[in-house]
């Protein structure tokens, strides 16, 4: 058997066996890959992850985003390899919110000492269509909500600037390393306030097509309204972008994010996930 790490020039031949929109990360600062072969170059076992806090040493953390294999028996290799490469960034926790996984991954996590739970998952999902009959996507935002098509990567870098500085970075570990293409463009806006960005909202396009959100933030005095212009903003140019059958994927990763979707989508549910979680020596 043959372990490799998954990465930027490898990750192509990973293409069959890991889900695109989760495979197209790798080559992010903050990604992780490992893969497992067998003599004859066929894929046996595979496993991707990102670390979290990484600017805390007291609460580094790496959450699982994939992880697949044939057999249990390849579980031992995969984990014992990415232990070191944990213990190397003194990560302090794994953690994992997966679909419910088959038998033998489902197995294979309880080996390696994950405590697991079945329950709501963190995702919901909704369309272009229906989010564009919310009552607030009705009314024109204001002129100083922006497309981050129309800013300049100046801009742009200075945006992410006043994000860091206080401590935002939505679910954006890399914030500061992800280039402004790599979100869409014209849903993707900013509040412009005296050509300083003092807000923004951050939507990346997966390889499915799938939309999601990974930034939303505001400051200043009026940043709550800001904050619905943004989304107001996001709705209207994405009904007129897309399809209205076009996916929007909510990440509800903390409370703020869970109120918002609550408020918005009052009916909509999370499919069941396996959570887990492990220390880490």
């Not at 695109?20 to 992780?32: L, P, S």
């Not at 004859?40 to 990484?54: F, G, L, Q």
């Not at 994950?114 to 607030?136: C, H, I, M, P, Q």
């Amino acid at each position: 058997m043959k372990l490799v790490s998954i990465d930027e020039e490898n990750f192509d031949e990973f293409a069959e066996v890991i889900d695109m929109d989760i495979a197209e990360n790798i080559g992010r600062k903050y990604y992780r890959g490992l893969g497992l072969k067998d003599d004859s170059e066929n894929i046996k076992a595979s496993m991707i992850w990102e670390y979290k806090n990484v600017n805390d040493e007291a609460d580094t953390k790496a959450e699982l985003m994939w992880l697949a294999m044939e057999d249990v028996k390849y579980a031992a290799e995969l984990f014992k390899n990415y232990r070191e490469d944990v213990k190397f960034e003194s990560v302090k926790e794994s953690f994992f919110d997966l679909p419910i996984p088959d038998e033998i991954v489902s197995e294979a996590i309880n080996k390696q000492g994950f405590v697991t739970r079945e329950n709501e998952s963190r995702d919901v999902y909704t369309t272009v269509g229906e989010v564009a009959k919310l009552s607030l996507a009705q009314r024109r935002p204001p002129s100083y909500i922006i497309s981050l098509y129309d800013l300049t990567v100046k801009q742009y870098r200075q945006g992410v600037i006043s994000c860091l500085y206080k401590g935002k970075k939505g679910m954006m570990e890399d914030l500061s390393a992800v280039p402004m293409g790599w979100y869409e463009q014209d849903i993707s806006c900013a509040v412009r306030t005296d050509d300083e960005m003092t807000g923004f909202l951050l939507v990346h396009k997966f390889p499915s097509g799938l939309l999601m959100p990974v930034l939303l933030y505001a400051s200043g005095p009026n940043a709550k309204m800001d904050l619905l212009n943004l989304i107001r903003f996001a709705i209207r140019s994405a009904a007129a972008e897309y399809g209205p059958d076009t996916k929007i994927l909510i990440r509800r990763h903390n409370q703020a994010v869970k109120a918002l979707s609550d408020k918005l989508f009052p009916d909509k549910k999370g499919k069941m996930a396996l959570f887990g979680k492990r220390k880490e020596d």
